[in-house]
């Protein structure tokens, strides 16, 4: 119960700040404007249906990028601030003389904070993937399973944050979150190069970069399920031409590289509140 009052309160906390309240409006802004940029894809002159599509499941992809861009960043500054600005500001020295425990507290606006992102990513897809319906007609293969993988994306940021909130100032944790993300994201596009070209140097870089910051393996898992069978058979006969294409997936991800996820936010879960229960206050 401790854990959940702590959810409830940081979720109003964050509903509160202007950062949320402008993210929701811009968030209907784009999705508005994409809407109305996708709806005139058929009206172009001598369009076919099956180039609508094609045309569509591509921009559908980078509109998922985008979104999975300012969700990454903004995962990333609701949680970077979370513990650090309580210890700043004295609240932690409110709250924790009282019968409640440092992991309850963490654990608490993990949990919070993991609502808000999902609901987000979730809300945000939904809606835009319906403007593109009305607009074209046009839906992806598998869009839960894909926006999914964009929420765990958000999550695994937002976890990464935290433990950093335990330790840095607010700023600091943020950047090293953010800086990270791109790193996975750079190194996402040196495995699919040296897996076209067989490099092993250059694989072991790139596996390395998913295994450390899985960011952008889980943007690879949701790319998968927003491409059509005849756009994903297509590309992968263009061989060597799609070498290092960050928006392509020819194979979802493994059950095994999914437990890396879960293990790898078990420990840094673990990590933080070992963290947070040593830090000084």
Do not use: C
């Not at 425990?101 to 609502?115: I, Q």
């Amino acid at each position: 119960m401790r854990v959940l009052t702590i959810a409830r309160v940081t979720i109003l906390e964050a509903s509160r700040r202007k950062l949320l309240i402008a993210l929701a409006g811009l968030t209907v802004v784009v999705v508005v404007l994409t809407s109305w940029g996708f709806s005139r894809l058929p009206t172009m002159k001598d369009v076919t249906p099956a180039e609508v599509r094609l045309a569509a499941s591509q921009l559908t992809i980078l509109v998922a990028f985008m979104f999975s861009g300012v969700l990454a960043l903004g995962s990333t500054l609701v949680a970077a601030p979370s513990i650090a600005s309580d210890i700043e500001s004295g609240i932690a020295l409110a709250i924790l003389p009282r019968p409640i425990r440092r992991s309850e507290v963490l654990m608490g606006k993990w949990l919070g904070l993991g609502l808000l992102v999902t609901l987000y990513a979730g809300g945000s897809g939904l809606l835009e993937l319906f403007g593109i319906w009305l607009g074209t007609g046009y839906l992806p293969p598998n869009p839960v399973a894909a926006l999914a993988f964009v929420a765990a994306e958000g999550i695994v940021l937002m976890t990464l944050a935290l433990l950093l909130s335990t330790r840095l100032a607010p700023m600091t944790g943020g950047v090293i979150a953010l800086v990270l993300f791109f790193v996975g994201w750079i190194g996402g596009i040196a495995l699919a190069i040296g897996q076209v070209f067989d490099n092993a140097t250059i694989k072991n870089i790139g596996v390395g970069s998913r295994l450390l910051i899985p960011t952008d393996g889980l943007w690879h898992g949701a790319i998968y399920y927003l491409e059509p069978a005849d756009i994903l058979s297509a590309a992968r006969a263009a061989g060597r031409a799609r070498a290092g294409n960050p928006f392509f997936a020819d194979a979802p991800l493994t059950i095994w590289y999914i437990l890396w996820v879960i293990a790898w936010l078990l420990v840094l879960l673990l990590l933080a509140n070992w963290s947070f229960a040593r830090r000084d206050l």
